[in-house]
């Protein structure tokens, strides 16, 4: 069975920083690559970040700079470093496996407040 689990938001000022975390169960987190989306309410789901199997990195343009993607093969886990939050950061963040098919977990919240 295939999980990934999410951990790590919560209620941060604007410009604090959260650290998430997902771990995956169930796949081949070796070779898949990975992936962290948001989504606010009203809004459509955005891609905020991915990471290859080996490492290369992708930024959506509103959080280049600010949020770092990184993971560790051996643990099957996966993180998204975000500093410098904004109130625009606010959503839920899930993590997702591309592929045939896609895995997704439930997401996590997180709130910046003005």
């Known amino acids: 069975q295939v999980q990934l689990v999410e951990s790590g938001g919560d209620l941060v000022q604007a410009g604090g920083s959260l650290r998430l975390s997902c771990v995956a169960s169930g796949i081949d987190f070796n070779d898949r690559v990975m992936a962290w989306y948001r989504q606010a309410p009203g809004n459509e789901r955005e891609l905020v970040a991915s990471?290859?199997?080996?490492?290369?990195?992708s930024y959506s343009p509103s959080v280049k700079g600010r949020f770092i993607i990184s993971r560790d093969n051996a643990l099957n886990t996966m993180w998204l470093q975000m500093n410098s939050l904004k109130p625009e950061d606010t959503g839920v963040y899930l993590c997702?496996?591309?592929?045939?098919?896609?895995?997704w977990g439930q997401g996590t919240q997180v709130t910046v407040s003005s």
């Open positions: 997702q496996s591309p592929g045939w098919p896609d895995y």
């Open positions: 990471i290859s199997r080996g490492g290369s990195t």
